[in-house]
């Protein structure tokens, strides 16, 4: 053999190399791309913001100098109900805009968007139970109404029963919209742990909503989500992508999460009081989901007028199944 001639590599090790190259190349051009997308999202939600600027409702300053939006929707009914978001509604205002047009013959109602979300400003108080139920509560007596229901929709249903059980001789009653409940966190499910949820959407902020993923999406579903809410019109659109894409997972929000464990430990004893009865609206698949789950709701109500019942649809029953819920709420007496 000849020392001089020249060993070639092996060729698995000339392949390793190519893919490891080919690999760099992909990440390479994938944080090209997410750099872009994170430019552009920062450009658009300051665009957004002056776009959405004042779009509708009226504010409440509350006793720690934030403004709270509210939107009152008038009826010639005398009886009186404030919708409550589930958690991280970019809008509530636009969300339950069916809901509201629905209704208008049985309530006059005020939509109420709290402190981080929608048009209502950012606030470092924390979000615990005894906060939330303190604004509401002094928006209420700022509009001067001392009866009404509470409608709300996922974990407006935990603010509703410290806020029954706080303000008992003001809430005439309580519509739940597929909405949480202290006990959920008994099931032995990872997404049951507040913790961990509250994880999982520190890791959604930064890698899909800061990173502009997010507004991609919505651009190209905005007309699908624009027809879960057929009140809307073509005018809408633009300030409806805008909210959906720039006022989710502020860093109120996220304190709130954080603080989900602690609020729902605050109300896990409590049950409605008998005085205020319950309409509890559960989307089918969660209780098929979740077994547990109509039981939990049944366990915390005490009037004898208090109804528990399950519609086709998922969890925002408000988008899928919109006629039975109205149907239903409209028929109950309260």
């Known amino acids: 053999m000849n020392d001089s001639a020249t060993v070639k590599p092996k060729k698995p090790r000339r392949i390793f190399r190519k893919i490891l190259k080919v690999i760099g190349i992909i990440l390479a051009v994938i944080l090209i791309i997410i750099a872009i997308l994170s430019v552009r999202n920062l450009i658009l939600c300051k665009r957004d913001n ?5 779009a509708y409702g009226e504010y409440f300053t509350t006793s720690n100098s934030a403004r709270m939006n509210y939107t009152l929707c008038d009826s010639t009914s005398d009886k009186v109900a404030v919708i409550l978001p589930g958690y991280g509604s970019p809008t509530v205002h636009y969300e339950f805009d069916a809901v509201v047009n629905g ?11 709290p402190l981080g979300y929608g048009l209502s400003d950012e606030t470092d108080s924390p979000r615990t139970v005894e906060n939330y139920c303190e604004e509401l509560h002094s928006l209420m ?25 706080t303000y008992t001789d003001e809430v005439e009653s309580f519509i739940g919209i597929d909405s949480s409940v202290p006990h959920q966190i008994d099931r032995d499910d990872w997404s049951a742990k507040p913790d961990n949820v509250y994880h999982m959407y520190e890791v959604m902020r930064w890698l899909y909503f800061r990173t502009g993923i997010s507004r ?26 805008a909210m959906y894409c720039s006022k989710q997972f502020g860093d109120t929000q996220m304190n709130e999460m954080k ?5 729902i430990e605050k109300c896990y004893d409590m049950k409605f009081p008998e005085s205020v009865p319950v309409l509890y609206v559960l989307a089918k698949d969660n209780c098929d989901m979740m077994p547990e789950w109509e039981g939990y709701h049944k366990d915390i109500v005490t009037s004898p007028e208090s109804v528990v019942t399950v519609v086709e649809g998922q969890h925002y029953v408000h988008f899928t199944n919109l006629k039975e819920l109205l149907e239903i709420i409209m028929e109950w007496k309260y």
């Not at 209704?103 to 968007?113: G, P, Q, S, W």
């Not at 007309?223 to 005018?235: R, S, V, Y």
């Open 141 to 165: 007596e700022y509009l001067g109404y001392d009866r009404y229901t509470l409608i709300g929709h996922s974990i407006a249903g935990l603010y509703s029963l410290y806020y029954a059980n």
């Open 259 to 263: 603080l989900l464990g602690r609020n």
């Open 103 to 113: 209704l208008k013959d049985k309530y006059k109602i005020v939509i109420v968007e």
């Open 50 to 54: 002056e776009l959405v600027k004042d």
């Open 216 to 241: 991609v999406l919505y651009e190209l579903s905005i007309d699908e989500e624009m027809a879960n809410i057929p009140t809307l019109t073509e005018a809408d659109k633009d300030k409806v992508l």
